[in-house]
């Protein structure tokens, strides 16, 4: 008999091992019934027991142990996704889930080593069944984390778009207040850091929601007009240096300048790139923009420690640093989204970013089409 067929004889003595097992490592707080638990490891078993029934050349081993499953059936896949998607909606967590496996694993191997022939034929079934098992722990432990971390995204989302009303309101509020010609010297000092604090609090909020939408699969929405690349660098010059003063940021504009772009956005990625080199960086800041009859170029270059060699793959990455180290300027602020928020930006006006990093400066350069078109 092979394992599969013993699988399929013992069903009911294996769901019953299982069912015991995957009650006590349920949430306190969750009672699954006899059914729901008893459903559940025949899906799991009649699956496996028939992944083992398929033909399987050595060639085909081998990518399964290495993780490529593209060779197995999408029925396979469904069930151990399936599975995933009921725990975790049931409340299990993911340490629970991988549990369950390790039982199911446990008990069916138990059971037929108390019947199977110790030869090689039963060997090679136990490794099948091994192969199986760790397919379908795979597809779960994987659909588990992405519904996780979408559920994640998805409340971030949500906080950062119920966040900019209030926010709103302490902004317009701090305006109103500093208008008032009575105020005291102290209240008025006292309303303009109500006024930065909250200016600081929306650039946050922004980026959050930006980042959550592009990790929920939405294109970060663009509106081209008719803009200066050169306006929105000298614009975004005086925005960087009124938040921090001792900035040293040189400008220089060649070359024509006049394009297609969503100019909030833009200047939203030259403010990101600016803040990153006052950061991140020392010395003096130099951006650069330079304009032909197609693209449009714009470097940010700054002096300092040059960044890891093994940080710049991942530099683009959300929530990660633009600079040497998490420890460098303490002053610094923010989520870690600003790099981050750079490549979305570049991306929807379908243009390109980059770093280049050494012991002579880093330097971030933008390129994108003169002429944006949505079509």
Request: charged letters at 20%; a negative charge; hydrophobic letters at 40%.
């Amino acid at each position: 008999m092979t394992l599969s067929d013993f699988i399929e004889a013992n069903l009911d003595g294996l769901i019953n091992d299982w069912t015991e097992y995957a009650r006590a490592v349920a949430p306190v707080n969750i009672r699954l019934s006899e059914e729901q638990l008893r459903n559940s490891a025949r899906q799991l078993l009649a699956g496996i027991a028939a992944d083992m029934r398929e033909a399987q050349s050595p060639a085909q081993q081998l990518a399964k142990s290495q993780g490529d499953a593209v060779h197995t059936r999408s029925a396979f896949n469904r069930v151990g996704r399936g599975h995933a998607d009921d725990r975790q909606s049931q409340g299990f967590e993911i340490r629970a889930l991988v549990a369950e496996f390790r039982a199911l694993r446990a008990s069916v191997l138990r059971r037929w080593s108390q019947t199977a022939p110790p030869d090689a034929a039963a060997f090679e079934e136990m490794i099948r069944f091994n192969e199986a098992i760790d397919q379908m722990l795979a597809e779960s432990v994987n659909q588990f984390a992405k519904r996780t971390e979408r559920i994640r995204d998805l409340f971030a989302g949500v906080l950062a778009h119920d966040l900019r009303s209030p926010v709103g309101a302490i902004l317009h509020s701090a305006y109103v207040l500093l208008r008032d010609e009575n105020l005291s010297p102290t209240s008025m000092r006292a309303g303009a850091n109500i006024q930065r604090s909250a200016d600081r609090v929306k650039i946050m909020i922004d980026d959050l929601f930006v980042f959550t939408r592009t990790r929920l699969g939405d294109s970060l929405p663009v509106e081209p007009t008719q803009q200066d690349f050169g306006r929105i660098c000298l614009g975004a010059v005086d925005e960087v240096c009124a938040a921090s003063p001792d900035a040293q940021i040189e400008v220089r504009l060649r070359g024509e300048l006049v394009g297609i772009c969503d100019g909030a956005r833009m200047n939203q990625l030259v403010v990101n790139l600016l803040t990153n080199a006052v950061q991140h960086g020392s010395g003096a800041i130099r951006l650069e923009g330079a304009g032909d009859g197609e693209h449009i170029t714009l470097t940010v270059s700054n002096g300092g420690s040059p960044i890891p060699a093994a940080a710049l793959p991942t530099l683009f990455d959300p929530l990660t640093r633009g600079g040497p180290s998490a420890e460098h300027k303490r002053g610094s602020s923010g989520m870690g989204l600003g790099l981050y928020i750079c490549r979305c930006i570049a991306n929807a006006h379908k243009g390109t970013i980059a770093v280049e990093s050494g012991e002579s400066g880093t330097v971030f350069t933008v390129q994108v089409p003169r002429f944006l078109t949505l079509h």
